[in-house]
């Protein structure tokens, strides 16, 4: 018995495009499972559509794919959600809402949303600036 996953050739083939960098590939095979409800898919997908890669950059549908699998518990995502409510990218500016999304990463273990916490909390950036508080996140992320 393998202990490979048993993975649609279709989503296999998107995965590949896109980590060789073939964007027009990837969104054309990865868009249909993201639809379908992979978290996976709708993340890279996210990126496309954030960044214009292989796509017409659309905010809306990069927003849209990252709350998908944000939702989902993608822990990536949620870190990218969190980056795009602190930074107000493709969606209204929410520091409320970023914390929210870099504390669901970071009880994941995302040691780039605990980081992020901690220099949210060190900065008052959207939240009451609090050394201490900073300080408890930075242990958390191993500094």
């Known amino acids: 018995m393998s202990d490979v996953p048993n993975i649609d ?3 296999a083939s998107g995965y590949a495009a896109f980590e060789s960098r073939d964007f027009t590939q990837a969104m054309r095979l990865l868009l249909q499972y993201a639809d379908g409800g992979d978290a996976n898919a709708q993340h890279k997908v996210a990126i496309m559509y954030q960044n214009g890669l292989g796509v017409v950059a659309n ?3 990069a927003f849209k794919y990252m709350k998908l699998a944000a939702e989902q518990g ?3 995502a949620q870190h990218g959600l969190g980056f795009m409510y602190m930074e107000g990218e493709c969606v209204v500016q929410d ?3 970023a914390l929210v999304w870099f504390k669901q990463a970071a009880a994941q273990e995302m040691i780039g949303s605990m980081t ?3 220099m949210m909390y060190e900065e ?3 939240v009451e600036q609090n050394q201490e508080t900073a300080q408890e996140w930075y242990k958390k992320a191993g500094f």
Do not use: C
């Open 9 to 11: 050739p279709g989503l």
């Open 59 to 61: 905010d809306e549908n």
């Open 74 to 76: 993608d822990a990536i």
């Open 95 to 97: 520091y409320a809402e």
């Open 116 to 118: 992020t916490i901690a």
């Open 124 to 126: 008052g950036k959207g």
